[in-house]
């Protein structure tokens, strides 16, 4: 019979992970919590929760699962799909951390949405949104997919992306602008690039690798391809644009409805081409 034997520290951490409940929700442990907050979360979720780049964790409403569990996996695991990493911290650290998500929303705050979502939308057809950008799963794919933007955006974060697009730019939409030596130009998103080759998606061409060898000129632009509308939007038009795109929400699932999952309308799209080299 072959024996495992965990160390006391590590079968602790097994036991901790396993609870259904949290088992670390003094006021000690909060305030270890909330500590742990402050250093790596606020980045995203605000100083105080109230969201950022990643949504309000102070309105109570959390789209992948409610339960201490739940809470637990998403902090520890990350959340596929989305921008919440998993961390890498010990199994008490964690239940502290959910302690502290909690006691934000204790007294859940209903974030209200600035503008009017209809008039939003209307915006969102005529300014030509859809062009670059999905929205359950109709648009273009030049810019993010804005299907669940609201569930992953705080309301004044959108509209600093709307207003200063060049503020924060995600590197999957950084752009290689390639020369080659037979004189054709190139650009499209750089996905990936080693010493020999760059792998980009090109605007015209789809999927390409290209082979550094061929190369008369290569760069890399950090900057965004979607225009302001710091200037050609009313602030009141921003507030607009703003509250329709904050509208757009992920289900959540804890509660009855469809699963969430991908846009089914996202099948239209077709099988993924081949790639071209």
């Known amino acids: 019979m072959i024996r495992i034997r965990l160390f006391p520290a590590l079968l602790a ?26 250093s790596h979360c ?13 949504p309000s964790l102070a309105t109570g409403v959390f789209y992948h699962g409610s339960s201490d569990t739940e809470l637990y996996r998403n902090i520890s695991e990350g959340i596929p799909g989305t921008a919440m990493p998993d961390q890498f911290f010990s199994g008490v650290q964690i239940w502290q951390i959910v302690t502290y998500v909690r006691s934000l929303s204790a007294a859940p705050v209903r974030v209200k ?5 209809a008039s939003g939308a209307r915006l969102f057809a005529s300014k030509g949104c859809s062009g670059c950008h999905l929205v359950r799963g109709e648009g273009g794919t030049k810019g993010p997919d804005l299907s669940f933007l609201g569930s992953r955006r705080a309301p004044a974060h959108i509209r600093q992306s709307i207003a200063d697009p060049n503020a924060e730019v995600s590197p999957a939409y950084w752009v290689a602008r390639i020369v080659t030596k037979d004189g054709r130009s190139r650009s499209g998103f750089l996905l990936n690039q080693d010493t020999y080759a760059v792998q980009i998606l090109d605007f015209e061409d789809g999927l390409r690798t290209l082979q550094r060898t061929e190369f008369k000129d290569f760069g890399v632009s950090r900057t965004s391809i979607m225009p302001s509308y710091q200037t050609s939007l009313t602030p009141s038009e921003l507030d607009d644009l703003t509250g329709y795109l904050a509208s757009l929400e992920r289900p959540r699932t804890d509660l009855p409805g469809p699963p969430d999952a991908a846009p089914a309308a996202a099948s239209k799209q077709g099988k993924p081409k081949k790639e071209k080299k």
């Open 42 to 54: 606020a980045s995203c979720h605000g100083v105080n929760g109230s969201g950022g780049s990643g």
């Open 13 to 38: 951490a097994a036991v901790l992970a396993a609870a259904q409940t949290n088992p670390r929700t003094s006021a000690a442990d909060r305030e270890a919590g909330a500590n742990i907050f402050r």
């Open 113 to 117: 949405l600035p503008g009017d979502a």
